[in-house]
Structure formats: structure tokens, C-alpha cells
């Protein structure tokens, strides 16, 4: 879904076991959480799987505002 962006969004993967830190400092609590970060702030994010659809609108609104 990200490839399909072509280049307007990057993701990046952590594992929280070895990086607990950051998991503290973002609040991560549930397995998968998503984290949109623009300009170093968070902006937006979900918990829990999401299907096709609410990935596309999840993308989608980080690229266009």
C-alpha cells in the first residue's frame, strides 16, 4: 500500500522489544500501531489491524492535508 504512494510516504518498522524506549515515549500499547509523524510531530495514528480500504484512507488523508 505504501509502494503505491510512489515515494510521498515512508515507512519505517520498530521493534518495540528491542526498542522500548521509543514504544514508552509514543505510548505503544497494542501490536500493530501505526504512527504518522510529519516534521518530527505524530499527526495521526490507529491500533489493530485495518482492512485495504481504511489503510488507502488513512494514506491518503496524510498526503493530501
Known sequence: MVARQKGKVVMAKVDIDDN?????????SVVPTVLAIKNGD?????E???DEDQLECFLKKLIYC
Open 20 to 28: 522500548t524506549d521509543l514504544a514508552i515515549a509514543f505510548e505503544v
Open 42 to 46: 505524530v499527526v495521526d495514528k490507529f
Open 48 to 50: 489493530g489491524i485495518k
